[in-house]
T-cell receptor, first 115, second 117 residues
Framework: DAGITQSPRHKVTETGTPVTLRCHQT?????MYWYRQDPGHGLRLIHY???????DKGEVSDGYSVSRSKTEDFLLTLESATSSQTSVYFC??????????????FGPGTRLLVL | AQKITQTQPGMFVQEKEAVTLDCTYD???????LFWYKQPSSGEMIFLIY??????QNATEGRYSLNFQKARKSANLVISASQLGDSAMYFC??????????????FGKGTKLSVKP
């Protein structure tokens, strides 16, 4: 199993509160990703990183920011949480990005409830 | 058009029988990869199998095989000899080399498989 941990695993917060989710990997993979999973939508990419301090937006990036100051850590921040951001958040990693055969491995997920 | 279409929201299969989960995709790229993931009720996403667009043979991984029909743009997952532990959501995903997804993994909405004893 890929060494990926996410913290916290569960969080309940109130609307307007800032929230930071952490993804930590021990695989030294260059690429890291944040997805959200909602019923009827599968997984959708929020942001991804292709190296320390190198990040880019995904399909559903509005309302989210990310940071990567170390290879092993990728943070997802909701500056002011809204109820529409209630979701399950997954972190993923991959060794490479450009190759179509590069498999992404997922962390255990974080369940976030915004009241 | 959706990149990945999984037309079966839910399926049932009898234990020890084979089952096929459908996946069709939409891309104009010649180079792409197709992935299947399993998500059990515990929530984790587990990589199952990969098929490259240039692979001449269908991918196989243990009881999992991929029925890849490039001209029809389909990549169906076949699970042989179903087990109770196969009950889960299954997601098909595509990664294009140059397409509009910019190399990111695009997922379908999933199929929920239930294995009956």
């Amino acid at each position: 199993d890929a060494g990926i941990t996410q913290s916290p695993r569960h969080k309940v917060t109130e609307t307007g509160t800032p929230v930071t989710l952490r993804c930590h990997q021990t695989e030294n993979h260059r690429y890291m990703y944040w997805y959200r999973q909602d019923p009827g939508h599968g997984l959708r990419l929020i942001h991804y990183s292709y190296g320390v301090k190198d990040t880019d937006k995904g399909e559903v990036s509005d309302g989210y920011s990310v940071s990567r100051s170390k290879t092993e850590d990728f943070l997802l921040t909701l500056e002011s949480a809204t109820s529409s951001q209630t979701s399950v958040y997954f972190c993923a990693i991959s060794e490479d990005y450009a190759g179509t055969q590069e498999t992404q491995y997922f962390g255990p997920g974080t369940r976030l409830l915004v009241l | 058009a959706q990149k990945i279409t999984q037309t079966q929201p839910g399926m049932f299969v009898q234990e020890k029988e084979a089952v096929t989960l459908d996946c069709t995709y939409d891309t104009s790229d010649q180079s792409y990869g197709l992935f299947w993931y399993k998500q059990p009720s515990s929530g984790e996403m587990i990589f199952l199998i990969y098929q490259g667009s240039y692979d001449e043979q269908n991918a196989t991984e243990g009881r999992y095989s991929l029925n890849f029909q490039k001209a029809r743009k389909s990549a169906n997952l076949v699970i042989s000899a179903s087990q109770l532990g196969d009950s889960a959501m299954y997601f098909c995903a595509i990664k294009e080399r140059y397409g509009g997804s910019q190399g990111n993994l695009i997922f379908g909405k999933g199929t929920k498989l239930s294995v009956k004893p």
